[in-house]
């Protein structure tokens, strides 16, 4: 199931955010969508320790929007908790969710978790440590950036990812108000 994926760079050349105008520090590379090698992505972040990324899907809306850019660090699977945004590789595809459950070790003997999209209506497959990427620390939006660290963040990701085990249920019902609060918007975007 392909819910939130990541472009992937092009070249080492480095870009900047058209809307914001903020620039990589020069030892940073930028994805871009011109070519999806998932492999070259993982390979820099071992070597660099961070990439940085742009969001492509909605799986993770409203907190990632599709244009953000999500500084991803290395990070030893042990440290990953409940409520971290992950980056992993699915399908050759970089996928960044929530991590909502820790399920202890697999069979492999590598740590496993329960991922899913802070929008999305169902969980992602068990996703395992020989997938994972890295962990979002950092989201760049319209110019300013959000420590996803910080304390407050931190209690916000372990909220959500809470919320997030009961969303099959709320989810039905946060459309229905918002039908029956905007109804007009919702006409003129069909």
Known sequence: MRTDALTVPSSDRQASDPRTGWRPPTDTLVAGPENLDTAQLVRRIRERGHLVLRVVGGSMGPWFLPGDLLVVQRVRPQMVRRGNV????????????????????ASSGGLTWRTKGDSAARCDPDTFESELVGRVTFVERAGRSIWLQSPNWVAAGWMLALLSLLSRFW???????RRLCYPVALSFRR
């Open 171 to 177: 989810y039905p019902i946060g459309r229905s108000l």
């Open 86 to 105: 992950i980056v992993f590789r699915r399908a050759n595809l970089l996928i960044a969710h929530r991590v909502i459950r820790l399920l202890g070790i």
